[in-house]
């Protein structure tokens, strides 16, 4: 197969797009919107640079060269296509990163035509389905058919209620009234399963990290795991009072805040970035003797997601029929029956009320902890702050707190850094051989 730089690809958009008098097509600029392009859709860019060899069959750079593009013969058109759009208001919206208002047919057109581009350079099938999946995930395709796929389906239920209720042959009025009161309920039976299966599938994905979680926690050396909170504590605190890297945090936040993929903002975020980076190595050498090596998440392997909704669906199909059943016990008891019911709950009523048992009071639980939260003697409570690992299990924060904290989550077992300024918190990662280092520093 025929290779190509950009330059091939220049020529066919000088074609197509012809120049005005005013203003002459410029080979940077023209390169800069590919590019642009390529940044948005979260396909990896250092891809596009090599291409199979046919003897060896291995990838190799095109033209040796770092920064060069490589083109298929068979892609160039489609990469000269998305260069013309550039300037359409699908493809600003797409670089702008609101590809929820863009049209799903772009979205899906460049999809399929860097997969196409791909495996025209001679990747593996491995490769192919990493970067679909990367180009889907930041582009939201299939999460967009999805929904779209629910409103549709959602419509066409309503035009088959408009549908019956301008029969005028087949329905009379009551007619009408009846039918679409049966759809209706029809429609709350399912919208309430719904709502079963993904409070059932909810619990059922919780359930398995919390496990993972667990295991996890076991496998962590507690002096270890203190050792990096400490460091990372001291960190903290050390780059809070640098006012240089807090500078940098602020215009770093204000680039972000712009939610955009404007190609002049790049350059200036990878300065702060590594700028942030440098300051922080620099201040970890002088702390610890070394920069800090960050420790690698272990991958976390769980249920695929087909699964967990049979599980879900199972479940809350389990729950209704158990429903179903009770109802049916309920409504085929016989009058005895119900009287024998009331009768005995009159006798377990007595008896508990005989050991103090107090009934038909309302429940203050929660009212009565605010109360004692908020007057105790000596503190007033500032609020409270979820762990990030477990959101059930919190801490409570009292006026006056200030700096940070870490302390060991009650449920799975693993640490977390507290912020009582900002009343946020972090999960810690364990960093390896700490604790051999900190015993030779004794």
């Known amino acids: 197969m025929k290779f190509n730089d950009?330059?091939?690809?220049?020529?066919?958009?000088?074609e197509r797009q012809k120049a005005t008098k005013a203003e002459e097509h410029d080979v940077g600029k023209v390169r800069d919107k590919f590019t642009e392009i390529v940044d948005a859709t979260g396909i990896d860019i250092n891809l596009l640079r090599s291409h199979k060899d046919e003897e060896t069959g291995k990838m190799i750079l095109n033209d040796n060269s770092q920064g060069s593009f490589?083109?298929?013969?068979?892609?160039?058109?489609?990469?000269?296509?998305?260069?013309?759009?550039?300037?359409?208001?699908?493809?600003?919206?797409?670089?702008?990163?609101?590809?929820?208002s863009a049209s799903s047919g772009e979205l899906l057109f460049l999809i399929d035509g860097f997969i196409k581009y791909l495996?025209?350079?001679?990747?593996?099938?491995?490769?192919?389905?990493?970067?679909?999946?990367?180009?889907?995930?930041?582009?939201?395709?299939?999460?967009?058919?999805?929904?779209?796929?629910?409103?549709?389906?959602?419509?066409?239920?309503?035009?088959?209620?408009?549908?019956?209720?301008?029969?005028?042959?087949?329905?009379?009025y009551d007619d009408k009234v009846y039918f679409l009161r049966y759809m209706a309920?029809?429609?709350?039976?399912?919208?309430?399963?719904?709502?079963?299966v993904f409070s059932a599938y909810s619990d059922i994905r919780s359930d398995e990290l919390s496990d993972?979680?667990?295991?996890?926690?076991?496998?962590?050396?507690?002096?270890?795991?203190?050792?990096?909170?400490?460091?990372?504590?001291?960190?903290?605190?050390?780059?809070?009072n640098d006012d240089e890297y807090q500078r940098l945090l602020k215009e770093r936040e204000k680039i972000l805040g712009t939610y955009d993929f404007v190609k002049r903002l790049k350059g200036p975020y990878s300065k702060t970035v590594t700028a942030m980076n440098d300051i922080r190595k620099l201040h970890e050498v002088e702390l610890f003797g070394k920069s800090l090596q960050e420790e690698d998440d272990p991958e976390i392997v769980v249920k695929?997601?087909?699964?967990?909704l049979q599980e879900a669906i199972q479940y809350a199909d389990e729950c209704d029929q158990e429903r179903i059943e009770r109802e049916e016990k309920e409504a085929n008891k016989t009058s005895e029956e119900i009287e024998k019911e009331r009768l005995s709950d009159i006798e377990i009523r007595k008896f508990l009320e005989s050991k103090g048992k107090a009934f038909d009071l309302p429940n203050t639980e929660e009212e009565e902890e605010v109360i004692f939260m908020n007057c105790n003697l000596s503190y007033e409570m500032k609020g409270m702050i979820s762990f990030p690992c477990c959101s059930s299990e919190k801490i409570v924060v009292y006026e006056g707190s200030t700096g940070h904290g870490s302390i060991k989550c009650p449920h799975c077992?693993?640490?977390?850094?507290?912020?009582?300024?900002?009343?946020?918190?972090?999960?810690i990662k364990?960093?390896?051989?700490?604790?051999q280092r900190w015993e030779s520093k004794k």
């Open 185 to 196: 309920d029809r429609l709350s039976n399912t919208s309430n399963n719904i709502a079963h």
């Open 212 to 240: 993972l979680a667990e295991v996890e926690s076991k496998n962590l050396d507690e002096l270890e795991t203190m050792k990096h909170v400490n460091d990372e504590l001291l960190l903290a605190y050390t780059l809070e």
């Open 413 to 427: 077992g693993k640490y977390a850094i507290f912020d009582f300024n900002k009343m946020t918190s972090e999960t």
């Open 304 to 308: 695929h997601p087909l699964n967990v």
């Open 70 to 100: 490589c083109f298929p013969e068979g892609s160039v058109d489609f990469c000269v296509e998305i260069i013309i759009r550039y300037t359409t208001s699908d493809y600003k919206l797409i670089r702008k990163g609101d590809f929820d």
């Open 119 to 172: 495996d025209e350079l001679g990747y593996p099938l491995a490769v192919l389905l990493e970067q679909h999946r990367a180009m889907d995930r930041r582009l939201g395709y299939k999460l967009r058919m999805a929904r779209e796929q629910l409103v549709n389906e959602c419509e066409k239920i309503l035009e088959q209620a408009k549908e019956y209720e301008d029969d005028l042959i087949h329905l009379n």
């Open 6 to 14: 950009f330059q091939e690809v220049f020529n066919r958009f000088s």
């Open 430 to 435: 364990a960093i390896r051989g700490a604790s």
